[in-house]
């Protein structure tokens, strides 16, 4: 069935630039806001970004502020994130997820791709 695909991973170093992208695959698909998560080994899953499409409102995580942006086509329920000066604490798999409707928890995700940064 219908299946958040990620890509755009990879192994860069630091203050390198990296751009992710996120799209639906599958069937049809429906959101009310897209974002972006991260996870790495012995941490929670934490927002990196997320964009709510009927107003615009975009958030971030403290971390990325100022140094992440998250951008997207509600029509196609496509996401991108542009990473830029990359740092190692920033390496983690990045998942992609969309909120099917407005109230929902994010129940849709990707299987993620992995970005790594090294010193």
């Known amino acids: 069935q219908t299946r958040l695909v990620e890509s755009g991973g990879g192994v860069v170093q630091a203050g390198d630039s990296l751009s992710l992208s996120c799209a639906p695959s599958?069937?049809?698909?429906?959101?009310?806001?897209m974002g972006w998560f991260r996870q790495s080994p012995g941490k929670e899953r934490e927002l990196v970004a997320g964009i709510r499409w009927h107003d615009g409102l975009i958030v971030y995580g403290d971390s990325v502020m100022g140094r992440f942006t998250i951008s997207g086509e509600n029509a196609k329920n496509k996401v991108s994130l542009q990473m830029n000066s990359l740092k190692p604490e920033d390496t983690a798999v990045y998942y992609c997820a969309a909120q099917v409707a407005l109230g929902l928890q994010f129940g849709s995700w990707g299987q993620g791709t992995q970005v790594t940064v090294s010193s």
């Open positions: 599958g069937g049809t698909f429906r959101s009310s806001a």
